[in-house]
């Protein structure tokens, strides 16, 4: 079996989601396609992609649920992305008896060595977050890699090292940084937000963070926006308004 390092990541590079403002466009899913299938796990293969029964390899898959409060009956639609979280207890490479399953010492990223993969799947059952993806083609297991061939490429420039997925969010919902400094600019984000992890009685130590929906603001029945425009009627002379319309009309 694979083991973990021995020292803690210098840093622990990863995500932060924005539950408010993510509207499920699906660009950072197709950006992520984009960039990977030719780059550190390439290739992204898909099964069947213009026919019924569409399969594939996707790192970043979105999903919507609809929350309702118990207390008042409202409800809100929160759009959930997901992908591989690179836990600091990662599973996925305890488990692996190859040892293509592994996480790095620089900066916590899990990657697989689609090398000496064999395809047993005993990473995917070991990730409590469904965040593995087994490629039926290749033979071999893949997953987020967080663009590692993408934010340390010194040809790019410095605000374009991020991951796809980020640098393509239209709505800014998405983060990439050193979340295990706690004076990075997205350490402090999280603590203002109350960021938490995902399903952390799972003991896994996710590193990706997701910020929470913020309450939604109730308007009183006064202050509703009503269903059509009242008009005040100020003349005197007893005719309506459609009335004095076709007057004015009549008489030009």
Wanted: hydrophobic letters at 30%; a neutral charge; charged letters at 25%.
């Amino acid at each position: 079996m694979t083991s973990l390092p021995r020292k803690s990541p210098r840093q622990k590079l990863g995500l932060v989601i924005d539950l408010d403002i993510c509207v499920a466009c699906q660009a950072c899913a197709v950006n992520c396609k984009e960039w990977n299938t030719s780059g550190h796990s390439a290739p992204l293969t898909d099964m069947n992609p213009y026919g019924k029964g569409q399969n594939g390899v996707w790192y970043n898959r979105i999903h919507s649920f609809e929350a309702v409060d118990v207390k008042t009956g409202d409800s809100q639609t929160i759009n959930f992305p997901k992908s591989c979280l690179h836990c600091e207890d990662a599973p996925c490479v305890t488990v692996c008896p190859t040892g293509a399953s592994y996480k790095r010492e620089e900066d916590g990223i899990v990657l697989v060595n689609g090398d000496i993969c064999i395809g047993c799947k005993l990473c995917s059952w070991a990730c409590p977050y469904g965040a593995r993806e087994y490629d039926e083609t290749e033979g071999v297991m893949k997953k987020c890699t967080l663009c590692v061939d993408k934010i340390y490429n010194e040809t790019l420039s410095p605000s374009s090292r991020v991951p796809a997925c980020v640098s393509t969010c239209p709505v800014g919902a998405r983060h990439f940084g050193d979340l295990g400094d706690p004076h990075s600019e997205i350490s402090r984000l999280v603590e203002a937000r109350r960021g938490f992890a995902l399903m952390p009685e799972q003991g896994t130590s996710p590193v990706n963070r997701y910020l929470p929906p913020r309450p939604k603001q109730h308007q009183k029945p006064k202050e509703q926006t009503p269903r059509m425009l009242e008009h005040k009627d100020d003349s005197t002379d007893g005719a309506g308004l459609l009335a004095r319309w076709v007057d004015k009309v009549l008489s030009a």
